[in-house]
Structures are given as C-alpha cells and as structure tokens.
C-alpha cells in the first residue's frame, strides 16, 4: 500500500511539473482534430478564421471565404502575406470534379535588364530596397478565384478586412514578436514607420492596431475591381513611388499583369495522389521526395528513428539539386517536369543514397531534354481551397508606397545572375518561387487540402506530413504537431552551391539515439527553435459526410468549422 500511494504521489508530482498526458492519440499532440459537418476554415490568425466561417454562414462558398480571410490576414499578419505579395492556390470544385491550379505569381519590371546589375557590378540581387521588387499578383489572384468559382460579390468579401482595418484588432503573440524585428529593419525606408510603427513603436501584444491607408485600398478594390490596383490611381502611386525610389517596377508592368490557370502535377505515393503546382514554384519538391521515400519501408523503420531521418534528409537533397538546375519560369525555359517526378527517374536518384553515410555533394540530375501564410477552407457543397500567399522576406522589400498601407514584396531576389541559368534574371520573368499549396486525392476524389509555410522548409514539410500520416498512421493534428526535420545547405536556384553535406536541423522531441547515430553517419546535427513551418489542413471523410480541420501549434493559427 505504501509503495502505491508513493508511486501516485510522484505520478503527480510529474504532472504538476510536465504536464498532463493526452488520454487519446499521440504525447506530442497539442489538440484533438476539429470536426464539422458543414464547413471548415484552418488559417494562421483566429480573426481570420473567424470572417471565413461568417463568409461560409453568410452564403459564400470556399473560394468567398478564403478571399475574405486571405485580405484579412494582410492586415492582421503583415510579416507573412499582404496585397503587396503574390498568391498560388488549388482549388476542388465540386461541381465538375476536378482539380484546377492558380498561378498569381507577378514578373519582374521590362525595363530593369540584366546590363544594369552588370555595370553596377551587382554580385547578386538585393533582399530589400527598390530592386528586388516585382509585380504584386495577389489582387488579380482574387478577382481571378472570385470569377471563376466565386458565389459572392467582392465588395461583401472584402467588408470585414476594411471594417478590421478601421476600427482596429488587436495582435496576437507570434506575429507581434515578427512584426517588431521586421519594422526595425525595414524603418529606414520611407512611410515603413508611419504605417507599421505608430507612435515610433512595432505594436506589441494585445495592442489595437489600425490601418485606414489599407481600408481605403481594400475599398478601392471593392468598387472598382482589379483595375482600380493595375490601372487606376494604386498603379500610378506606385509607378510615382518606385522612380522616386531608383527602382523599376511601372505603371506598364502593373497594367499588363496577368494570372496564370495552370494544371496541377501529381505523383501516387502508397495509393494517394498528391498534388503541386509546377514551377516557377518548388511543389514538385516534395513530389521528388515521396517518389525516392517510396522505395523504402518507412513505417518500418519507424517515427523518429535514424533510418528514417537518414533516408528523409538524403532524398531532400536529391530533390533539392534539381531544383537548383531545373525550377524556373517556364514561359522561358523547356522544363522536364514530367521526367523530374517519373518513378523511375526517382529510383535511379535513390541509387545515390548511401543508406550508412550522408552525402558531402550532389549534382542534380541529367535530363534526357532540354516567411508566408498557408490557409485552407472547404464548405458544405465540397469545395475546398489550397491557398498560400506571401511577401517573401517578411514584410517585404520595405518599399512602402504613400497612402496605400502596405509594402511591396522583395521576391525578385530569388532570381540569380549566373548567365545560362534556368531561373537567370530576365525582364518580364516570373522568380523561383517558394510558396506552393498542396492537395490529396483518394481514387478521384479529395482526400486533403494542406500546406506548410516556411521557405526551402515547405516541400520537405510537405512530405512529412504525407508520411506521418499515410507511413506511421497518424491523424491531420498529430502529422502537424510531430517533431519536424529541416535540412539546409542544399544547392540553390540563386546560384549558391551545397558545402560540406548541409545542416539538418530536428525539432526537440526527436530521440537522443537517433541523434548520436545521425552523428556517426556524417550528418551535421544541430537544433534550432524555428524555422519549422506553419500549417494548415482539411481532410474530408466520405464515409461519415464531416471535415476534419488542424492548426499550427507553432504559430498563432485556429481551425473551426461549424
């Protein structure tokens, strides 16, 4: 009896120190999935969440809501998306049964050439100022949804963010912890502080914060369309802006702006299509990852473990070669997509892995030719949405045009000079780009929409959540929550080469066994408290007729439905 009542005292006192254990599902999970029957909204900020299920209540549909919440979300995280960026989304309508792929991604000014960098004697293009600046495509990104699958009125869609906007919200703790280092290395440049630190500060928690420049441009789109940004009033103060600033971006690039409707590219893995958009972005990344992992019993080697994580880093380096050489626009290049993600291009870059020793160097493959936010929102007719955004660093490239309440984005810099590259600058070009959306269907129909924001991290994030879930079994919540892997160093489509093998980063929670023989093999192990991702995902179960909704623990988001 002694010994019991000591055991329950201690059993205690472990969970007045750590924590209570989850009864059900994995130690790592922060929550249960959410479930709902008729709608579901999974986004990075809860007020976002929030205007989508209104718009779904209200009568919109899918494609309504995640315009309302992605207009919102530039207001209320500033640090990851804005009308200044660009967007790419995949959307199911379930109406004809089919997958269709947005590329709203913006071309670098006509008239900014390669000479200008050359006799300048630019080494590469900078991160921020007036010359990373390209054109921002996310406005043309929601007329385009909104006329194809939209079942609302754009100045209803657009009412809550102007209605935030003016009146204020306040900030919640991630994205105010971002907001304070972007805006003090982005005060230099003009209006930066007038609009993102008033008072000469970033505000900070629980702070109301208002932006009536941005309501007024919000209400400028909500009466005259997509024009009123390309061709109206916005586009001449941004033409002003930049030639004030010695920067390239015109009038004429902002009015010849178009969208692209693109096919989305897949590759089976164990029975599940996944679905990427093809370059310019890095989508089908993670489709040359799952391809190699496919070869390999992963579920036996378990979550966790050494084999899995060796075979996991080594695959992302394979894929993240090509994607150095081969992911460009492709409106100027012959790229091999089709090649890129065949299986058996995928095993003969799996005969590269050394299953006892990490890879120091890697080439990309021979071919026989030739910071963000993610969301996701499905409604009760089936449709559902894909949808990712973004300024590329942050706030953007500082450029912050007078009167308009937002900055431009700096993703121009993603281009390289090296002469003869695939994703070389060149006037009128869309950049490499990182932001991809991702979907899942099961026999012909949808089986998940999710994504996993964060740079270079995205495609490796994209296949892991796939493998925890289809590999090791687990549910949207816990693929999300599990420990994630990162490996950085590989070659990029900037020109910098892959040194020494890379780093791999492992979140906490990744055995100490599985560390010290990652070591042995030669991999460079280090942990860091970021840099992992922020996700979102929507499963939808026929059997039951229910959406099952996850949420980033790592970042201010929420998923609901109703």
Not at 237 to 259: C, N, P, R, V, W
Not at 319 to 336: C, H, I, S, T, V
């Amino acid at each position: 009896m002694k010994s019991i009542l000591i055991s329950l005292s201690l059993a205690m006192l472990f969970t007045a120190v750590f924590g209570q254990d989850r009864i059900t599902g994995k130690a790592f999970a922060t929550r249960s999935e959410v479930i709902a029957q008729h709608g579901m909204a999974c986004t990075s900020q809860p007020l976002a969440t929030q205007v989508a299920l209104d718009i779904l209540k209200d009568g919109g549909n899918a494609i309504d809501a995640a315009i309302a919440a992605n207009a919102l979300l530039g207001l209320v995280e500033p640090t990851g998306n804005g009308v200044g960026g660009d967007l790419f989304a995949i959307v199911w309508d379930a109406e004809t049964k089919q997958l269709y792929g947005l590329n709203a991604s913006g071309r670098s000014p006509r008239s900014l050439t390669m000479d200008y960098f050359k006799e300048n004697n630019y080494e590469k293009i900078p991160a921020y100022g007036p010359l990373p600046v390209s054109v921002p495509g996310c406005v043309d990104g929601w007329f385009e949804l909104n006329k194809r699958f939209g079942s609302m009125d754009m100045n209803q869609i657009l009412k809550p963010a102007i209605s935030y906007a003016r009146e204020g919200f306040p900030l919640t703790e991630l994205i105010a912890y971002y907001w304070a280092g972007n805006a003090r290395s982005l005060s230099r440049y003009p209006n930066v502080n007038e609009v993102y630190m008033p008072g000469g500060k970033a505000p900070e928690k629980g702070e109301i914060f208002k932006n009536p420049y941005l309501a007024s441009t919000l209400e400028a789109l909500a009466e005259g369309g997509r024009d009123a940004f390309y061709k109206g009033e916005i586009a001449h103060t941004i033409d002003a802006f930049m030639k004030e600033q010695g920067g390239k971006l015109s009038y004429e690039d902002l009015a010849s702006h178009t969208s692209e409707w693109v096919e989305p590219v897949s590759s089976s893995y164990r029975g599940y299509d996944v679905w990427e958009l093809p370059p310019n972005g890095q989508g089908i990344a993670a489709l040359q990852i799952l391809n190699i992992l496919e070869q390999y019993d992963i579920a036996a080697m378990g979550f966790g473990s050494s084999e899995y994580i060796h075979h996991f880093v080594e695959a992302k380096k394979l894929a993240f070669e090509d994607r150095a050489k081969y992911y460009a626009d492709p409106a100027f290049n012959q790229l091999p997509v089709d090649e890129l993600i065949s299986k058996e291009y995928a095993a003969k870059r799996a005969e590269l892995i050394n299953p006892k020793r990490a890879s120091r160097n890697l080439d990309a493959g021979e071919m026989e030719h030739g910071n963000t936010i993610y969301m996701t929102v499905a409604d009760s007719h089936g449709n559902m949405i894909s949808l990712i955004q973004s300024n590329f660093r942050g706030l953007g490239s500082g450029m912050c045009p007078p009167g308009l309440g937002f900055i431009l984005q700096d993703r121009g810099e993603l281009f390289t000079l090296e002469e003869g590259h695939y994703n070389v600058y060149e006037p009128g070009k869309r950049p490499f780009h990182t932001i991809i959306p991702a979907f899942i269907t099961k026999d012909g129909l949808p089986y998940m929409s999710y994504g996993v924001m964060g740079g270079s991290m995205q495609p490796q994030g994209h296949a892991q959540i796939v493998v925890n879930m289809i590999d090791f079994g687990m549910n949207i919540q816990e693929a999300g929550d599990a420990p994630r892997i990162r490996h950085d160093g590989s070659s990029q489509p900037t020109g910098t080469k892959m040194t020494d093998g890379g780093v791999v980063n492992l979140e906490s929670g990744i055995p100490l066994e599985s560390i010290r023989e990652l070591m042995k093999r030669g991999h460079h192990i280090q942990s860091s408290n970021g840099g992992y991702g922020g996700y979102q995902a929507i499963m939808w179960d026929k059997e039951n007729g229910v959406y099952y909704g996850a949420s980033e623990s790592r970042k201010d988001g929420q998923a609901a439905g109703y």
